[in-house]
């Protein structure tokens, strides 16, 4: 039985009507002009609705209006790519704002400097401007007080009273478990703007890796204790390298609890090359099947025999739920013939049925189907169950069958529990002759009070 942990805050999307229409007009090539009617018998919508939607594009600078001309896609600083899309991308948590994810971001402002240059820079910032910072409250709020989004690294939250202020401003916190530099080096991936034979496509690993968190072979136990709670316990197994950054070795959770605090690294961590390393130009897809061969939770990027990141399993969901719906249809590569069968009254059990593609190697199963398809079950499942925004917290994901794969099989997705904050979904593939794969989920809610979290 294979084991693979996965950790995430990727949101599970509940789309709007008018978000829907919006992602249609975004896709359109800039220049292209509609009108009203022409968008309503398009879309079979009500020109109402139409109205409504195209006021919503020109307040975010998708589209302009023109007299006599009508309605007009226009071309944003980032090629089209929208803030929606970034957050997606990037693996970003929504904390608020959700509804007003609909433009194109014109600048990514990191706040490094004086609080006085800053606020300068804040304040010459052009509409739907993002400002990365970390837990400073002050350049929070000097931020949001300019009309500028906040992008918060390192897994910062705001306080209630920044919250607030976004709210009345209608501005969005999004929040990253990455550092600056990290999520900096994404976005240009993400926008094109990185140059040169190591950008191949958004399949690389150097897009989607993160800052690599690492101990020094002369470190002491102690040393373990303080990245691992800094860290609350993401990596499982944690480089140890010389101090030029070669790898020497790693060193997991089990061998460091079990040694005392005065003891060096060198003593206690497994010496050699770590079984999933892989390279900035390597593929995500082949180093999630390196992982799932190999049972580990994380993969060490290497760069010239140096180390210079991490994937992690957080990282692996992030792309399998990224490449899935990167075409505008989430996941529907995989799950496009998945249909409910059954459900209990309560709605804690819906069974589905999908039809998977002929496959001829192992390595085509676990994160080519199983994951995709396990996790749009139990997207599907919220949806219906819960009317609430829903983010990933924690979860699990086990490969129980190893054989070829193919043909009907069903899906069966229970809510184990549910509370006010939050609920834990799993979702098991198997059909009459075995069990295939096993997803276990931690989901938060959004707080109710939170106009953005409404759907």
């Given at each position: 039985?294979?084991?693979?942990?996965?950790?995430?805050?990727?949101?599970?999307?509940?789309?709007?009507?008018?978000?829907?229409?919006?992602d249609?007009?975004?896709?359109?090539?800039?220049?292209?002009?509609?009108?009203?009617?022409?968008?309503?018998?398009?879309?079979?919508?009500?020109?109402?609705?139409?109205?409504?939607a195209?006021?919503?594009?020109?307040?975010?600078?998708?589209?302009?209006?023109?007299?006599?001309?009508?309605?007009?896609r226009?071309?944003?600083?980032?090629?089209?790519?929208?803030?929606?899309?970034?957050?997606?991308?990037?693996?970003?948590?929504?904390?608020?704002?959700?509804?007003?994810?609909?433009?194109?971001?014109?600048?990514?402002?990191?706040?490094?400097?004086?609080?006085?240059?800053?606020?300068?820079?804040?304040?010459?910032?052009?509409?739907?401007?993002?400002?990365?910072?970390g837990?400073?409250?002050e350049?929070?709020n000097?931020?949001?007080?300019?009309?500028?989004?906040?992008?918060?690294?390192?897994?910062?939250?705001?306080?209630?009273?920044?919250?607030?202020?976004?709210?009345?401003?209608?501005?969005?916190?999004?929040?990253?478990?990455?550092?600056?530099?990290?999520?900096?080096?994404?976005?240009?991936?993400?926008?094109?703007?990185?140059?040169?034979?190591?950008?191949q496509?958004?399949?690389c690993?150097?897009?989607?890796?993160?800052?690599?968190?690492?101990?020094?072979?002369?470190?002491?136990?102690?040393?373990?204790?303080?990245?691992?709670?800094?860290?609350?316990?993401?990596?499982?197994?944690?480089?140890v390298?010389?101090?030029?950054?070669?790898?020497?070795?790693?060193?997991?959770?089990?061998?460091?609890?079990?040694?005392?605090?005065?003891?060096k690294i060198?003593?206690?961590y497994?010496?050699?090359?770590?079984?999933?390393?892989?390279?900035?130009?390597?593929?995500?897809?082949?180093?999630?099947?390196?992982?799932?061969?190999?049972?580990?939770?994380?993969?060490?990027?290497?760069?010239?025999?140096?180390?210079?990141?991490?994937?992690?399993?957080?990282?692996?969901?992030?792309?399998?739920?990224?490449?899935?719906?990167?075409?505008?249809?989430?996941?529907?590569?995989?799950?496009?013939?998945?249909?409910?069968?059954?459900?209990?009254?309560?709605?804690?059990?819906?069974?589905?049925?999908?039809?998977?593609?002929?496959?001829?190697?192992?390595?085509?199963?676990?994160?080519?189907?199983?994951?995709?398809?396990?996790?749009?079950?139990?997207?599907?499942?919220?949806?219906?169950?819960?009317?609430?925004?829903?983010?990933?917290?924690?979860?699990?994901?086990?490969?129980?069958?190893?054989?070829?794969?193919?043909?009907?099989?069903?899906?069966?997705?229970?809510?184990?529990?549910?509370?006010?904050?939050?609920?834990?979904?799993?979702?098991?593939?198997?059909?009459?002759?075995?069990?295939?794969?096993?997803?276990?989920?931690?989901?938060?809610?959004?707080?109710?009070?939170?106009?953005?979290?409404?759907?």
């Amino acid at each position: 039985m294979g084991w693979f942990p996965v950790l995430g805050r990727k949101g599970v999307r509940m789309v709007s009507k008018q978000e829907k229409i919006l992602d249609y007009i975004r896709k359109m090539s800039p220049g292209t002009s509609f009108s009203i009617r022409s968008l309503a018998a398009k879309l079979q919508i009500s020109e109402g609705t139409a109205y409504k939607a195209i006021k919503a594009a020109e307040s975010t600078g998708l589209v302009a209006t023109k007299s006599k001309v009508g309605s007009v896609r226009i071309a944003g600083c980032t090629g089209g790519v929208m803030a929606s899309e970034v957050v997606q991308r990037l693996g970003l948590r929504v904390i608020c704002g959700e509804t007003h994810l609909h433009f194109e971001p014109t600048r990514l402002l990191s706040a490094c400097g004086s609080t006085d240059q800053i606020r300068k820079l804040l304040q010459e910032c052009p509409p739907n401007s993002f400002c990365l910072c970390g837990d400073q409250t002050e350049i929070q709020n000097c931020a949001l007080e300019c009309g500028v989004h906040l992008l918060l690294t390192m897994g910062t939250l705001p306080s209630d009273a920044v919250l607030r202020l976004a709210q009345a401003k209608h501005l969005c916190i999004l929040s990253s478990s990455q550092d600056a530099s990290m999520l900096l080096s994404s976005y240009d991936c993400l926008l094109g703007n990185r140059k040169g034979p190591t950008q191949q496509g958004t399949d690389c690993v150097r897009n989607w890796m993160r800052t690599p968190q690492y101990l020094f072979y002369n470190d002491y136990i102690t040393d373990w204790y303080r990245f691992h709670q800094k860290e609350l316990s993401q990596l499982l197994v944690q480089p140890v390298v010389e101090q030029d950054l070669s790898i020497c070795g790693s060193i997991s959770v089990e061998q460091a609890t079990s040694a005392q605090l005065s003891q060096k690294i060198a003593q206690v961590y497994r010496q050699g090359p770590y079984p999933c390393t892989v390279t900035e130009n390597d593929n995500m897809q082949d180093v999630m099947e390196k992982m799932l061969a190999t049972g580990c939770s994380s993969a060490f990027v290497e760069t010239g025999g140096k180390l210079s990141g991490i994937v992690n399993s957080d990282d692996i969901l992030r792309y399998s739920l990224y490449s899935s719906s990167s075409a505008g249809k989430p996941l529907d590569r995989y799950t496009k013939s998945m249909s409910e069968i059954d459900q209990n009254e309560e709605k804690q059990i819906i069974t589905y049925s999908v039809h998977l593609p002929d496959v001829t190697t192992e390595t085509q199963i676990s994160s080519s189907l199983l994951l995709p398809c396990l996790l749009a079950a139990a997207e599907r499942h919220c949806r219906k169950a819960f009317n609430r925004n829903i983010s990933y917290s924690t979860g699990s994901f086990y490969t129980l069958e190893e054989k070829g794969l193919s043909g009907d099989v069903m899906i069966d997705s229970t809510i184990r529990r549910s509370s006010t904050t939050g609920c834990v979904i799993e979702a098991e593939m198997y059909d009459d002759t075995a069990r295939y794969a096993l997803v276990s989920l931690t989901l938060d809610f959004a707080p109710i009070g939170d106009p953005d979290a409404a759907k």
